[in-house]
């Protein structure tokens, strides 16, 4: 049985404007000690996803409006929020972007690290003191004992979110979510941390979910991927399958439009044309018909059902066989 | 390429002062660009890389002049327009355009695309309405943009869209000199390859220099032809794109090049993953300002500054290991 089984979770918003479904009818699942991907740009639907799992949607706007996440066999969406609270921060630890926003700039990083620790265990404030300082350690900041006074402005970015990984790893949890980790740190900061999580994850067997717009970082840190296109999961499959074999349009064109290192200096990269479409106005068919090469009439009139490519390798095209 | 450079920066040095104190005294100088001298010729770009705070923007700023360099020189196309003020310097703001990163805070929200557009003409004193106009829809057709943007505002286009305005702006009166301040680090990756191919056929297309500034070496090595590695307000190691991805000496291009995540997952290859933050500028480490995080540091690292010193052909390293 995988740890975390999502199936077709629909995510909904209230807007002026209308209902948006943010996330729809996605299904994927996350297995014990292995690091998933969750790969798209941005307004697909990755982070919504998370903070589905997480139920921390913003309120009263956003709800999970059909499916399940199951957790250890247990229906997260349905759970009372007394006991939904025991899970979050202790089961399922959570890293967000913007390291910032995360951390209360008026308490101090060891205040904020053992208020986690005294809330899920029985512990006296002098044990949960205690424990922060190794785990400040363990997360690789120096001197974590002068750290522990210090507020969050006084440390660098990199540094920051180290602490937060702290916080998400204080009570070791068996998922962490960590959305976007990377992305506001420097090439060398975010080597430093994505060796840290990988480094975490094999000592206390923990899964992984990794959300991130960097393909790179997927190929390199991931075992399972999923893509994400205006909602909907486009393909998944093991890091091999999509990288090798990349099945939709819209894997193959993100695939194709990162310059490496290795692409000749300015030959034209390949692109996707157009845009993404407004979760306002999603096309009947297929959501990537519009800008997708391959389209016929058929992808315009109903959405492609899910297709088995091999074993764990899925897609979501009409014409993946044709490509 | 011609042999005379269009700008030639010499030893350029942006100190800005740190005020501390009720008093307000000025003790500290956050030295962001300290001693930089490179040249760019016709047609070329020259790619510059580094991390946050390493001084890249704010060298970017001094060349347009929107910062007065506390010392050095900056020569354009021969002539001397380090110290030129008001009217003096409007011929050169003609010749020398930038485009930004975050296209949204670039452009006046409350002004219609078409006024932006036009302001450049008209701050110059070029053509009269009706010729303006007309400049305004062949710009907007350069870049790829409907005749009918010009009654739109601002946000009712997307991140990508909005890039192509701020280009379309930058490259309205002809400018010989455009310095790029991380163009595409706020895109996603389908659209960034968009704009990477418009940046590529205009400099074809107008014979167009660049500075080219990034973070990112997979971007930057796809359009330069010569690249600068940055490190605390110095170049540390300069060469043309190919041999700074092959043949790297500095230490810090090492590592640099070797925390790119490639989406590769067949290469799990052990990352030399360098430990420790960028110190601050303010108080920078003594001798070279990279070895406190070099792996290959030396005694006479810590006391001694390395100067730029050339190993091969056009290949400039500051370093004191024996390359």
Same mark, same amino acid.
């Given at each position: 049985?995988?740890?975390?089984?999502?199936?077709?979770?629909?995510?909904?918003?209230?807007?002026?404007?209308? /209902?948006?479904?943010?996330?729809?009818?996605?299904?994927?699942?996350?297995?014990?000690?292995?690091?998933?991907?969750?790969?798209?740009?941005?307004?697909?639907?990755?982070?919504?996803?998370?903070?589905?799992?997480? /139920?921390?949607?913003?309120?009263?706007?956003?709800?999970?409006?059909?499916?399940?996440?199951?957790?250890?066999?247990?229906?997260?969406?349905?759970?009372?929020?007394?006991?939904?609270?025991?899970?979050?921060?202790?089961?399922? *630890?959570?890293?967000?972007?913007?390291?910032?926003?995360?951390?209360?700039?008026?308490?101090?990083?060891?205040?904020?690290?053992?208020?986690?620790?005294?809330?899920?265990?029985?512990?006296?404030?002098?044990?949960?003191?205690?424990?922060?300082?190794?785990?400040?350690? /363990?997360? *690789?900041?120096?001197?974590?004992?002068?750290?522990?006074?210090?507020?969050?402005?006084?440390?660098? *970015?990199?540094?920051?979110?180290?602490?937060?990984?702290?916080?998400?790893?204080?009570?070791?949890?068996?998922?962490?979510?960590?959305?976007?980790?990377?992305?506001?740190?420097?090439?060398?900061?975010?080597?430093?941390?994505?060796?840290?999580?990988?480094?975490?994850?094999?000592?206390?067997?923990?899964?992984?979910?990794?959300?991130?717009?960097?393909?790179?970082?997927?190929?390199?840190?991931?075992?399972?991927?999923?893509?994400?296109?205006?909602?909907?999961?486009?393909?998944?499959?093991?890091?091999?399958?999509?990288?090798?074999?990349?099945?939709?349009?819209?894997? $193959?064109?993100?695939?194709?439009?990162?310059?490496?290192?290795?692409?000749?200096?300015?030959?034209?990269?390949?692109?996707?044309?157009?845009?993404?479409?407004?979760?306002?106005?999603?096309?009947?068919?297929?959501?990537?018909?519009?800008?997708?090469?391959?389209?016929?009439?058929?992808?315009?009139?109903?959405?492609?059902?899910?297709?088995?490519?091999?074993?764990?390798?899925?897609?979501?095209?009409? $014409?993946? /066989?044709?490509? | 390429?011609?042999?005379?450079?269009?700008?030639?920066?010499?030893?350029?040095?942006?100190?800005?002062?740190?005020?501390?104190?009720?008093?307000?005294?000025?003790?500290?100088?956050?030295?962001?660009?300290?001693?930089?001298?490179?040249?760019?010729?016709?047609?070329?770009?020259?790619?510059?890389?580094?991390?946050?705070?390493?001084?890249?923007?704010?060298?970017?700023?001094?060349?347009?002049?929107?910062?007065?360099?506390?010392?050095?020189?900056?020569?354009?196309?021969?002539?001397?327009?380090?110290?030129?003020?008001?009217?003096?310097?409007?011929?050169?703001?003609?010749?020398?355009?930038?485009?930004?990163?975050?296209?949204?805070?670039?452009?006046?929200?409350?002004?219609?695309?078409?006024?932006?557009?036009?302001?450049?003409?008209?701050?110059?004193?070029?053509?009269?309405?009706?010729?303006?106009?007309?400049?305004?829809?062949?710009?907007?057709?350069?870049?790829?943009?409907?005749?009918?943007?010009?009654?739109?505002?601002?946000?009712?286009?997307?991140?990508?869209?909005?890039?192509?305005?701020?280009?379309?702006?930058?490259?309205?009166?002809?400018?010989?000199?455009?310095?790029?301040?991380?163009?595409?680090?706020?895109? #996603?990756?389908?659209?960034?390859?968009?704009?990477?191919?418009?940046?590529? #056929?205009?400099?074809?297309?107008?014979?167009?220099?660049?500075?080219?500034?990034?973070?990112?070496?997979?971007?930057?090595?796809?359009?330069?032809?010569?690249?600068?590695?940055?490190?605390?307000?110095?170049?540390?190691?300069?060469?043309?794109?190919?041999?700074?991805?092959?043949?790297?000496?500095?230490?810090?291009?090492?590592?640099?090049?070797?925390?790119?995540?490639?989406?590769?997952?067949?290469?799990?290859?052990?990352?030399?993953?360098?430990?420790?933050?960028?110190?601050?500028?303010?108080?920078?480490?003594?001798?070279?300002?990279?070895?406190?995080?070099?792996?290959?540091?030396? #005694?006479?690292?810590?006391?001694?500054?390395?100067?730029?010193?050339?190993?091969?052909?056009?290949?400039?390293?500051?370093?004191?290991?024996?390359?």
């Amino acid at each position: 049985m995988p740890l975390l089984e999502v199936s077709n979770l629909i995510t909904e918003f209230d807007t002026d404007e209308g /209902r948006v479904r943010a996330v729809d009818q996605i299904s994927f699942s996350a297995n014990t000690g292995e690091t998933l991907g969750i790969v798209g740009e941005s307004g697909c639907g990755k982070s919504v996803t998370a903070l589905s799992i997480m /139920r921390l949607l913003p309120q009263p706007m956003g709800k999970i409006a059909g499916g399940s996440v199951l957790f250890q066999g247990v229906d997260l969406t349905t759970l009372p929020l007394s006991k939904m609270e025991k899970v979050r921060g202790n089961e399922i *630890g959570m890293v967000f972007q913007e390291p910032m926003t995360a951390l209360n700039p008026v308490h101090t990083i060891g205040k904020q690290i053992a208020e986690v620790l005294l809330l899920h265990n029985d512990y006296s404030t002098q044990r949960a003191l205690k424990e922060s300082v190794d785990i400040l350690d /363990r997360v *690789g900041i120096p001197s974590p004992d002068i750290r522990m006074g210090e507020y969050p402005h006084q440390l660098s *970015g990199g540094m920051r979110q180290r602490v937060v990984i702290a916080i998400a790893l204080a009570c070791k949890p068996k998922l962490l979510i960590a959305d976007e980790p990377t992305t506001a740190l420097d090439v060398t900061i975010q080597a430093q941390i994505l060796e840290l999580i990988k480094d975490l994850q094999a000592e206390m067997g923990m899964s992984v979910i990794l959300i991130t717009h960097d393909l790179g970082v997927i190929a390199e840190t991931c075992e399972q991927v999923v893509v994400m296109y205006a909602g909907k999961i486009v393909e998944k499959g093991s890091v091999f399958d999509v990288f090798d074999n990349p099945s939709h349009p819209y894997t $193959r064109g993100l695939l194709a439009s990162i310059p490496t290192l290795e692409t000749p200096p300015k030959s034209k990269l390949s692109v996707i044309d157009g845009m993404v479409p407004g979760l306002m106005d999603l096309p009947p068919g297929c959501r990537f018909e519009n800008r997708c090469p391959y389209a016929r009439h058929a992808c315009g009139q109903s959405v492609p059902p899910i297709q088995v490519i091999e074993a764990q390798h899925e897609v979501s095209c009409f $014409r993946w /066989r044709d490509i | 390429m011609s042999d005379k450079p269009i700008l030639e920066v010499r030893d350029l040095k942006m100190h800005f002062p740190v005020k501390e104190g009720i008093l307000l005294r000025t003790n500290k100088f956050n030295k962001a660009v300290d001693g930089i001298s490179l040249t760019i010729h016709r047609g070329e770009t020259l790619g510059l890389v580094g991390e946050s705070g390493c001084g890249k923007s704010t060298l970017g700023r001094c060349i347009t002049r929107l910062y007065q360099p506390t010392s050095g020189s900056i020569y354009f196309e021969g002539q001397d327009i380090t110290h030129l003020k008001g009217n003096a310097l409007l011929p050169f703001r003609k010749d020398i355009q930038m485009i930004f990163q975050d296209p949204m805070e670039s452009l006046n929200a409350r002004h219609t695309v078409g006024d932006i557009l036009e302001e450049p003409f008209i701050v110059q004193k070029i053509g009269d309405r009706i010729s303006r106009k007309k400049q305004v829809l062949k710009l907007l057709d350069t870049v790829g943009l409907p005749a009918r943007s010009t009654s739109r505002y601002p946000f009712e286009f997307s991140g990508g869209q909005r890039q192509r305005i701020g280009i379309a702006r930058s490259i309205a009166l002809n400018p010989k000199l455009v310095i790029c301040d991380e163009p595409v680090s706020a895109l #996603d990756v389908s659209i960034q390859s968009q704009i990477l191919n418009l940046l590529i #056929d205009l400099q074809k297309e107008f014979n167009l220099s660049y500075l080219f500034i990034a973070h990112d070496l997979a971007v930057v090595k796809h359009i330069s032809d010569r690249i600068a590695i940055m490190y605390l307000g110095k170049v540390v190691e300069s060469a043309a794109g190919e041999t700074i991805y092959r043949k790297p000496l500095h230490p810090y291009t090492r590592s640099l090049i070797s925390a790119i995540p490639v989406p590769d997952p067949h290469r799990k290859v052990k990352r030399q993953v360098i430990s420790g933050d960028v110190p601050s500028p303010i108080d920078p480490p003594s001798g070279c300002p990279f070895h406190p995080r070099c792996p290959q540091v030396m #005694d006479r690292c810590k006391h001694e500054p390395p100067q730029l010193r050339s190993v091969a052909d056009k290949h400039l390293v500051s370093c004191h290991l024996d390359l």
